[in-house]
């Protein structure tokens, strides 16, 4: 028996406390963070593990959460792939050469488990060593459809045009494409279960940019292929996605042992949906983060009464923490949900 | 009894075919229309009423749609309120001193009916005159959630900081500021109705930045309020949404004879959610009209499909035309939903 509160919610398991953490906890609200961020550019904090594990275990420093998240980025399984990827400042990532066409879908690598991030395996083997057992560790992935609409777009978009351009207009390539990155994105966190993760999330946060028959068509299958080749591995899979309370059923089926939330829906009516036969975890907006202590304090509470004390849910945002959040609030949301009945 | 199927179907009477319209048919996909956005700037379309007809019938010279929707923008009511547009070539439009405080609220007007967007007011009477009965003429406005965060973010925004913080740090504010937002709106649009609109839009575009409970306690009783005011002029009422799969019951129980609803929930589903007591309107992705057309055919025919032939059901986009979209695939689009059993 786990005696960590974060994995046993996962298992569905009592929990003497909600377990808490937050998807970018690690990160620019941070000063310690901004400080580090002014002396590397951020593909060289991800990619030298030492700088990894201390950014990793800068959260854990201040607050009480129940987990860590290796701090890693997304993209590399892109580059492992073949594909090159330019950090322009101020902007975000972009693949230099998006992919297009079933020629461009045809010469994308499925590199061997070692050859994806390999500072990001590594990063979480001294982070296990560092974190001696206080909290667990969590690895993590893009699922396929995030992968996708990075690589066919270029980088971020508004209307995924090119991707769904090629869904609709190329069915063959597109899943020849989806096919690759599932093998590539289960391979890679096989390889961070071995390296050490004790939990796996995986993050489609951009399946909400679809339909859901079009989503059980052309995402699902792979999604699905993933997370049980993250499941095989006995570590907990956390299934997250935002903007799909229209489809929760569809991404419950996909597979994960908790599913993510993101604000959108109630988190009572989002547990129904997916099921009391999987944990889940959310579901503050993290707006809510930068708002006066009274009316945070409510919305926790209120996230935390629809939970119910029920067995298997972890208090996260629906997103990832913002830049501009106060440090403080942090603090506080941590004690609180961890003084309120489980 | 009316002739017009588009209205029959919003009181759910039986209609001889689904009626179909688009959300942006008058617009940027058109030719026709960006050879005239090549003499005139875009405002000066709006604000001429002439114009502004013309570009209202350029749908109608092509497709056999069933509703004309008035060529008009949300945001000259907010200038009608004393807030100043600035349109940068490329970039959208903005407001030039944004709404941050509630000094700044306090400022603002609630102007007399006939001050608001009179141009517009002017094109409904000309476009009646000029549609002969052909088809019903739309009227709508931007909801006063999708205004205030135009008011207070400037602009369009990613995460709404600005919005939300003087929602929770400022809820006086907030409150004033929507109280003077829905008075304007709902005098708007009952002036959009005497001057002949028969049919009126809601537009609240942005509704799904929100979680339900903070939809329900900061919005919900101003778009009621408009929409009661709009259903007083005795014309059916649309009130349309995006991101919102997670609260349609909240959505509906704003108000609307039709909800509109976009593509990230099944047809069926958002029905029942919705109830059977209102009609609906939706919901094909936009980017599904970029499409090869037997993909583009086999989910519109599933949208009608899950339409059931239940009266009330009137097809259009999710979301408005892409400016992408290919001309063809629209008439084409048109033809199959007529043609197919209602």
């Known amino acids: 028996?786990?005696?960590?509160?974060?994995?046993?919610?996962?298992?569905?398991?009592?929990?003497?406390?909600?377990?808490?953490?937050?998807?970018?906890?690690?990160?620019?609200?941070?000063?310690?963070?901004?400080?580090?961020?002014?002396?590397?550019?951020?593909?060289?904090?991800?990619?030298?593990?030492?700088?990894?594990?201390?950014?990793?275990?800068?959260?854990?420093?201040?607050?009480?959460?129940?987990?860590a998240i290796i701090f890693?980025?997304?993209?590399?399984?892109?580059?492992?792939?073949?594909?090159e990827v330019a950090f322009v400042r101020g902007e975000g990532p972009a693949i230099r050469e998006p992919v297009r066409t079933p020629g461009?879908?045809?010469?994308?690598?499925?590199?061997?488990?070692?050859?994806?991030?390999?500072?990001t395996l590594e990063a979480i083997r001294l982070a296990r060593r560092e974190l001696e057992g206080r909290v667990p560790l969590?690895?993590?992935?893009?699922?396929?459809?995030?992968?996708?609409?990075?690589?066919?777009?270029?980088?971020?978009?508004?209307?995924?045009?090119?991707?769904?351009?090629?869904?609709?207009?190329?069915?063959?390539?597109w899943h020849d494409l989806m096919d690759k990155l599932s093998a590539t994105v289960a391979a890679y966190l096989q390889a961070q279960a071995r390296a050490g993760a004790q939990a796996l999330q995986l993050f489609d946060s951009w399946?909400?940019?679809?339909?859901?028959?079009?989503?059980?068509?052309?995402?699902?299958?792979?999604?699905?292929?993933?997370?049980?080749?993250?499941?095989?591995?006995?570590?907990?899979?956390?299934?997250?996605?935002?903007?799909?309370?229209?489809?929760?059923?569809?991404?419950?089926?996909?597979?994960g042992d908790v599913i993510g939330v993101d604000w959108r829906i109630a988190l009572d009516e989002a547990w129904a949906r997916v099921g009391h036969d999987r944990a889940i975890q959310g579901n503050l907006d993290p707006a809510v983060l930068l708002a006066p202590w009274p009316e945070l304090r409510r919305q926790a509470g209120e996230i935390l009464r629809r939970a119910g004390g029920r067995p298997g849910h972890i208090f996260n945002l629906g997103h990832g923490v913002l830049p501009q959040t106060p440090v403080e609030n942090v603090q506080r949301l941590v004690d609180f949900v961890h003084g309120a009945e489980p």
Not at 29 to 40: D, M, N, T, V
Not at 72 to 83: H, K, Q, R, W, Y
Not at 146 to 158: I, K, N, Q
């Open 138 to 173: 969590i690895g993590f992935a893009g699922a396929p459809f995030t992968l996708a609409s990075y690589a066919v777009e270029g980088g971020a978009s508004r209307h995924y045009l090119h991707t769904k351009g090629l869904m609709y207009g190329e069915p063959k390539a």
């Open 207 to 255: 399946a909400g940019a679809l339909s859901p028959a079009d989503y059980e068509r052309f995402v699902l299958p792979y999604s699905r292929r993933v997370l049980e080749a993250a499941r095989a591995t006995a570590v907990p899979v956390i299934h997250f996605t935002t903007g799909t309370a229209g489809m929760l059923p569809h991404v419950a089926a996909a597979g």
């Open 1 to 67: 028996m786990t005696p960590f509160r974060f994995l046993r919610a996962c298992r569905r398991e009592p929990v003497d406390r909600t377990p808490v953490w937050f998807m970018r906890q690690a990160g620019r609200f941070l000063p310690e963070y901004r400080a580090l961020r002014e002396r590397y550019p951020i593909m060289e904090l991800i990619k030298t593990p030492e700088l990894a594990v201390e950014v990793t275990l800068q959260p854990l420093r201040r607050f009480e959460v129940d987990a």
């Open 104 to 119: 461009d879908v045809e010469r994308l690598r499925v590199p061997a488990p070692e050859e994806i991030a390999p500072f």
């Open 72 to 83: 890693a980025d997304i993209l590399p399984v892109l580059e492992s792939m073949g594909l």
